[in-house]
């Protein structure tokens, strides 16, 4: 949180939704407090809770994708860029 609110370059933040000290939800509730940081998209990385409910949840809390792990970093590389184009044309 504390680089996030020091830097202004981020256009994309990967969260993993099982956190030590606060789960990946709170998390986003919490950047999404802040009016400097509502804009960037956040996809949430897990091994666990991908059922509905917790995709709904991720949803609620501000998510725009769901990658389960392990990942295949080529899918990664590819929704991290079209998400960039998004931003970049902004009508998506």
């Known amino acids: 949180?504390?680089?996030?609110?020091?830097?202004?370059?981020?256009?994309?933040?990967?969260?993993?939704?099982?956190?030590?000290?606060m789960d990946g939800y709170e998390t986003a509730e919490l950047i999404y407090q802040r009016d400097k940081l509502k804009h960037i998209p956040i996809i949430f990385i897990t091994a666990h809770d991908y059922e509905e409910a917790?995709?709904?949840?991720?949803?609620?809390?501000?998510?725009?994708?769901?990658?389960?792990?392990?990942?295949?970093?080529e899918i990664l590389r590819s929704k991290v860029a079209y998400l960039q184009n998004c931003i970049k044309k902004i009508n998506c």
């Open 1 to 21: 949180m504390r680089i996030l609110l020091r830097e202004e370059d981020f256009s994309l933040i990967l969260l993993d939704v099982k956190m030590p000290i």
């Open 54 to 73: 917790a995709m709904f949840k991720g949803y609620q809390a501000g998510a725009v994708d769901f990658i389960r792990k392990p990942f295949n970093p």
